[in-house]
């Protein structure tokens, strides 16, 4: 039974910082991704950054150059650094882990994992 909770979101002031955890319990195959998408009312739910256990990250344009995945394996927590937010980037933030994440299938996490999402976290930039 995999389960992912996130944290950190909350209000900021664009220009601002944030970092988003999410703290992952349960086993997940070691060649999966993991990730960050959001989704903003009105608009569909879209990738912000995934780390796949290639080492390879993958960044939405938007965010780019402002946004960091990274991981701390020992805690099993995935991080999102979120610096100079702006207004746009309002939305709920949601990590996820398994198998497609970041749109990369690896049939050795693909076999043992689906795709695990958590409930996400609020940030709102104003």
């Known amino acids: 039974h995999v389960q992912l909770v996130e944290s950190g979101g909350g209000s900021v002031q664009a220009g601002g910082s944030l970092k988003l955890s999410c703290i992952v319990h349960?086993?997940?195959?070691?060649?999966?991704?993991m990730g960050w998408y959001r989704q903003a009312p009105g608009k569909e739910r879209e990738l912000v950054s995934s780390?796949?256990?290639?080492?390879?990250?993958q960044y939405a344009d938007s965010v780019k150059g402002r946004f960091t995945i990274s991981q701390d394996n020992s805690e099993n927590t995935l991080y999102l650094q979120m610096n100079s937010p702006k207004t746009e980037d309002t939305a709920v933030y949601y990590c996820?882990?398994?198998?497609?994440?970041?749109?990369?299938?690896?049939?050795?996490?693909?076999?043992?994992?689906?795709?695990?999402w958590g409930q996400g976290t609020q940030v709102t930039v104003s």
């Open positions: 349960g086993y997940i195959f070691s060649t999966c991704g």
């Open positions: 780390s796949q256990s290639d080492g390879t990250t």
């Open positions: 996820a882990a398994g198998c497609g994440i970041g749109e990369v299938w690896v049939g050795s996490c693909c076999t043992y994992n689906s795709t695990y």
